[in-house]
């Protein structure tokens, strides 16, 4: 089948392309970046019959409108949200099956962040740095969607996934993230370390791509000079000098100079993504053989796994 | 030297000085091209770390680098080793002045100690291509500015703590800006696109001549994060 394009009718507040992110280039000051619910975008993509790594489009809070230039299947998954085919109600985290010059159309999410939407074959503009990831921070990849562009389409790779029913995690109403402690946890004070662990903090609406900021009790710092400029990593747990701890997100900057508490393992992200602001935020120091188990078992799970 | 844990599959080496971290860079690449780190996604520099970003494998594995890198001692870096980048510059940055001021000097004299000693960049972040290079001696380490300007036009030259850095592209940043260049720092046609990659050793060259102007105050905001240039 020939490739085809898809038109935005209606962008949405923010809906960005996104795939695995780029990778390997983080001495040259590029982010990762890539999906930020990891486990959405590989199941939107399966239920299409594209490879994970096809580029899907990520969408913020209200949605968005897309019209095909020829028969395709999609998939709309991530956040849960209204989802009409043809101006008909269709089915969410499933296939969908357009006609040429069809519109599908994903409204605001009714819990949770950040919807998903796949189209069999991916959506096609030109990669930078092997990556068709848009990174917020550095600006690299394609511009975020705007109403009436373009976007191609690459030829459908493989049939969709037939299955009545896929497993999703709801997103959370608490958002609990196990915390491996280092590199610089002895930078804080055995009071702060306890804050970490046993209060309650709250997802702020300063959050977006680049981190998950946080509002709640400021952890003290026992080491009070400055840290020479580190390198980070997707899920690090950095204190700047408000003391409200703030959790990498895939577009965070590489190198940092606040210190890193701890790390949030990848398998625990996937929450932080779909946590609206406002959200309860708890933080469970875990041990690294207890994050091996959990992140086993996350890629275990059938489809959308957490 | 430590070894810290980052996550659940990355390594932090900590070394006592900046030209050790360096030294550590040059070998864990050099390692790393000789196919004994593959394991390893990414190496990642600062100021006195090195990052081992992402050992794939079982948790043997990682265990398996603690022990051999609890071995190494890295040979010191030699001074003219690594490819050497010249990049000419205008030193009339709205910062000149005040540079010239903490230091002591006339900025005709900041120009000719900044273009008069050879920087090596030690590590990237804040955006893709913009390099910490050290190289200035102690006595002419600069404090940033208390608050950012909200935007530093792309090709300024500016200085902070030990550090030159060069703006990639237009942004807001808190260094002082002691001149400007032309040349491109990111260009995604070459190969790698950073110009000024880890290891670098970079000349300024002096070209035109320096006009000197009072400290510039125009356009800063509030409280910038510390860290970011």
Redesign the interface.
């Known amino acids: 089948m020939r490739e085809g394009e898809l038109r935005v009718v209606r962008a949405g507040a923010l809906t960005t392309v996104q795939d695995l992110g780029r990778?390997?280039?983080?001495?040259?000051?590029?982010p990762r970046s890539g999906a930020l619910d990891q486990p959405a975008h590989r199941l939107a993509n399966r239920l299409v019959g594209n490879p994970p790594g096809a580029a899907t489009l990520e969408t913020t809070l209200t949605g968005v409108c897309v019209r095909t230039s020829r028969a395709a299947v999609f998939a709309v998954t991530g956040a849960p949200a209204a989802v009409r085919a043809e101006g008909r109600p269709a089915a969410w985290a499933s296939a969908v099956h357009l006609p040429a010059g069809g519109t599908l159309e994903v409204g605001a999410p009714t819990s949770g962040l950040r919807s998903y939407v796949a189209v069999g074959g991916g959506v096609t503009p030109q990669p930078?740095?092997g990556s068709r990831s848009r990174d917020l921070l550095?600006?690299?990849g394609p511009p975020p969607l705007a109403d009436g562009d373009t976007l191609p389409v690459g030829a459908p790779c493989g049939p969709p996934l037939h299955t009545d029913l896929a497993w999703c995690q709801a997103p959370p109403s608490e958002l609990v993230l196990p915390v491996?402690l280092?590199?610089?946890e002895d930078w804080f004070t055995s009071e702060a370390l306890r804050t970490l662990a046993s209060a309650g903090f709250s997802v702020s609406s300063r959050s977006n791509r680049i981190a998950l900021r946080t509002e709640g009790p400021p952890l003290e710092r026992a080491v009070r000079r400055?840290l020479?400029?580190?390198?980070m990593?997707v899920?690090?747990v950095q204190v700047?000098?408000d003391g409200r701890p703030v959790v990498f997100l895939a577009d965070c900057?590489?190198?940092?100079?606040?210190p890193?508490i701890g790390?949030?393992?990848?398998s625990g992200l996937a929450a932080a993504a779909q946590a609206v602001p406002g959200t309860a935020v708890r933080f469970v120091p875990t041990s690294?053989h207890r994050?091996?188990l959990l992140?086993s078992r996350s890629q275990r799970g059938a489809c959308y796994p957490r | 030297m430590r070894l810290?844990?980052?996550?659940?599959n990355?390594l932090?080496v900590?070394l006592d000085t900046?030209q050790e971290a360096q030294s550590w860079y040059v070998e864990l690449l050099r390692s790393r091209r000789e196919g004994s780190l593959s394991a390893v996604?990414?190496?990642?520099?600062?100021?006195?770390?090195?990052?081992l970003?992402?050992v794939s494998g079982p948790?043997s594995a990682l265990a398996a680098l603690r022990a051999e890198l609890g071995h190494w001692s890295p040979p010191g870096i030699v001074a003219d080793s690594g490819p050497l980048v010249e990049i000419p510059v205008r030193y009339d940055g709205a910062d000149l002045g005040e540079v010239a001021r903490i230091w002591g000097v006339t900025p005709q004299e900041v120009a000719r100690v900044h273009s008069g000693v050879e920087h090596r960049v030690a590590?990237?972040?804040?955006?893709?291509?913009?390099a910490?290079m050290t190289g200035l001696g102690e006595e002419h380490h600069t404090p940033r500015h208390a608050a950012p300007r909200t935007s530093v036009p792309a090709g300024s030259v500016a200085l902070a703590g030990p550090y030159t850095g060069i703006y990639p592209?237009s942004s807001p940043g808190g260094w002082q800006l002691i001149g400007a260049t032309s040349v491109n720092l990111w260009d995604?046609e070459r190969e790698?696109?950073?110009l000024l990659?880890?290891g670098t050793r970079v000349r300024f060259l002096p070209c035109g001549s320096p006009a000197s102007r009072p400290a510039g105050t125009e356009g800063r905001q509030g409280r910038g994060?510390?860290?970011?240039p």
């Not at chain 1, 900057?253 to 606040?258: F, H, I, L, N």
């Not at chain 2, 810290?4 to 659940?8: C, D, N, R, S, Y």
């Open positions: 990778p390997g280039h983080a001495a040259l000051g590029v930078v740095l550095s600006g690299l491996l280092g590199p610089r400055e020479p400029s580190e390198a990593v899920g690090a700047p000098t900057p590489t190198t940092g100079g606040y890193v790390v949030v393992p990848e690294r994050a091996r992140s | 810290l844990p980052v996550g659940e990355s932090l900590e900046a996604q990414d190496i990642v520099p600062g100021d006195r770390t090195v990052l970003y992402g948790p590590f990237c972040g804040f955006a893709p291509g913009f910490y592209r995604l790698p696109p950073a990659t880890p994060e510390r860290g970011q």
